[in-house]
């Protein structure tokens, strides 16, 4: 009797790849797992195990900048979740210090997936590579590519370059098929593009955009600049993941995982709602602009929401709503979730 169908997620300790394979191992697929440091595979698989059943989860080393070890990891695999990337902090000197990897490591699992014969890539890309470097424009449709200019910072460019890179290996590949135009058998990419991803923590050692509900919770910033981010739940960014993997309709197809669009200020407030009774009072001063460019003089994070300041950014969501049938959380509970999960692993 066969088993389950086996899958890869690459980056299996990030953030969103956990609840990829959390969302994987309940839908009953069998689920191996790329660790760049395999120690850290007891502890993911503990946190893990708090959501989900766990037998069906194994684990296999690659690293983004080496060749090695990718074929193995995809061997036997019918399907392959790239999710791995690098995403800072903070803003790198060099912005080929998350460029190279991002570029090179979608090129070797979309390699190591091609010669393993898996018959679909999901991909998880970003709106940074949609909306950055536009000039003011609000509204942005998967039809949008980022413009690749310094200002727009190094993750939007490594976002951007990667994706496209991973496009350009699909238009390559050999047509195995017949010229019918129908299915030709050929390896198939989906890429799945979530704006700014909050939600609740499989394991306490996080993610960069969770760092935004961190530092308010705890009082690491005097208050909000006029700066507003659009929002998306990590679970519904893993649904939509899973769901693109076998939907005929999302083959060769961008969707935009994108909810609403919130200012910091409005964060602040809902989050000093809902945990300053307890203990955790937030900020809910808005900063002035010319505080805030006085500060990214200095500090190069701050230095790169400027440019935004008091500009708002729709990402328009019909596409992933249509074809997947897309379903998302209601963003206030997404919020409160967040931060419970804070709590509850001690990151704050």
Same mark, same amino acid.
């Not at 190591?112 to 449709?141: L, P, Q």
């Not at 030709?184 to 799945?192: H, I, N, R």
């Not at 769901?243 to 809902?270: D, H, K, V």
């Given at each position: 009797?066969?088993?389950?169908?086996?899958?890869?997620?690459?980056?299996?300790?990030?953030?969103?790849?956990?609840?990829?394979?959390?969302?994987?191992?309940?839908?009953?697929?069998?689920?191996?797992?790329?660790?760049?440091?395999?120690?850290?595979?007891?502890?993911?698989? /503990?946190?893990?195990?708090?959501?989900?059943?766990?037998?069906?989860?194994?684990?296999?080393?690659?690293?983004?900048?080496? =060749?090695?070890?990718?074929? !193995?990891?995809? /061997?036997?695999? *019918?399907?392959?979740?790239?999710?791995?990337? $690098?995403?800072? #902090?903070?803003?790198? @000197?060099?912005?080929?210090?998350? #460029?190279? $990897?991002?570029?090179?490591?979608?090129?070797?699992?979309?390699?190591?997936?091609?010669?393993?014969?898996? +018959?679909?890539?999901?991909?998880?890309?970003?709106? /940074?590579?949609?909306?950055?470097?536009?000039?003011?424009?609000?509204?942005?449709?998967?039809?949008?590519?980022?413009?690749?200019?310094?200002?727009?910072?190094?993750?939007?460019?490594?976002?951007?370059?990667?994706?496209?890179?991973?496009?350009?290996?699909?238009?390559?590949?050999?047509?195995?098929?017949?010229?019918?135009?129908?299915? &030709?058998?050929?390896?198939?990419?989906?890429?799945?593009?979530?704006?700014?991803?909050?939600?609740?923590?499989?394991?306490?050692?996080?993610?960069?955009?969770?760092?935004?509900?961190? @530092?308010?919770?705890?009082?690491?910033?005097?208050?909000?600049?006029?700066?507003?981010?659009?929002?998306?739940?990590?679970?519904?960014?893993? &649904?939509?993941?899973?769901?693109?993997?076998?939907?005929?309709? !999302?083959?060769?197809?961008?969707?935009?995982?994108?909810?609403?669009?919130?200012?910091?200020?409005?964060?602040? *407030?809902?989050?000093?709602?809902?945990?300053? $009774?307890?203990?955790? $009072?937030?900020?809910?001063?808005?900063?002035?602009?010319?505080?805030?460019?006085?500060?990214?003089?200095?500090?190069?994070?701050?230095?790169?929401?400027?440019?935004?300041?008091?500009?708002?950014?729709?990402? #328009?969501?019909?596409?992933?709503? +249509? =074809?997947?049938?897309?379903?998302?959380?209601?963003?206030?509970? &997404?919020?409160?979730?967040?931060?419970?999960?804070?709590?509850?692993? +001690?990151?704050?």
């Amino acid at each position: 009797m066969a088993g389950p169908v086996q899958v890869a997620v690459t980056g299996a300790s990030g953030y969103i790849a956990l609840h990829v394979i959390a969302e994987l191992l309940d839908a009953g697929y069998a689920v191996r797992g790329t660790l760049r440091d395999m120690s850290r595979g007891e502890a993911i698989r /503990a946190a893990l195990s708090r959501q989900t059943e766990t037998s069906n989860l194994s684990f296999t080393q690659c690293d983004l900048m080496s =060749d090695d070890g990718w074929d !193995a990891a995809f /061997a036997g695999c *019918e399907y392959v979740h790239h999710v791995a990337s $690098p995403v800072p #902090i903070v803003e790198p @000197k060099d912005h080929d210090d998350l #460029i190279i $990897p991002a570029r090179d490591g979608a090129l070797r699992a979309l390699g190591a997936a091609s010669r393993a014969g898996v +018959k679909r890539v999901v991909m998880t890309s970003s709106v /940074a590579a949609i909306g950055y470097g536009h000039n003011g424009k609000e509204d942005f449709t998967e039809a949008d590519w980022s413009n690749v200019v310094p200002e727009i910072g190094a993750y939007a460019a490594s976002k951007t370059i990667a994706e496209r890179a991973a496009w350009d290996f699909i238009r390559d590949l050999p047509d195995t098929g017949m010229d019918s135009g129908t299915d &030709t058998g050929a390896m198939e990419l989906v890429t799945s593009n979530p704006s700014f991803v909050i939600g609740p923590l499989i394991d306490p050692d996080g993610s960069a955009s969770i760092e935004l509900v961190r @530092k308010l919770l705890a009082r690491e910033v005097p208050g909000s600049p006029k700066f507003g981010v659009s929002l998306v739940d990590v679970r519904d960014v893993a &649904t939509a993941h899973v769901t693109a993997m076998t939907a005929p309709q !999302a083959a060769g197809n961008r969707y935009i995982c994108s909810t609403e669009f919130r200012w910091m200020a409005q964060l602040a *407030e809902q989050l000093n709602n809902d945990f300053g $009774p307890r203990g955790y $009072p937030v900020s809910t001063r808005v900063l002035p602009n010319f505080v805030v460019r006085l500060v990214g003089l200095f500090d190069a994070a701050v230095g790169r929401i400027v440019p935004d300041l008091g500009q708002r950014k729709n990402y #328009i969501n019909h596409a992933i709503r +249509k =074809d997947l049938n897309w379903q998302t959380r209601e963003m206030d509970l &997404t919020v409160r979730e967040t931060g419970e999960s804070l709590l509850a692993l +001690k990151v704050v």
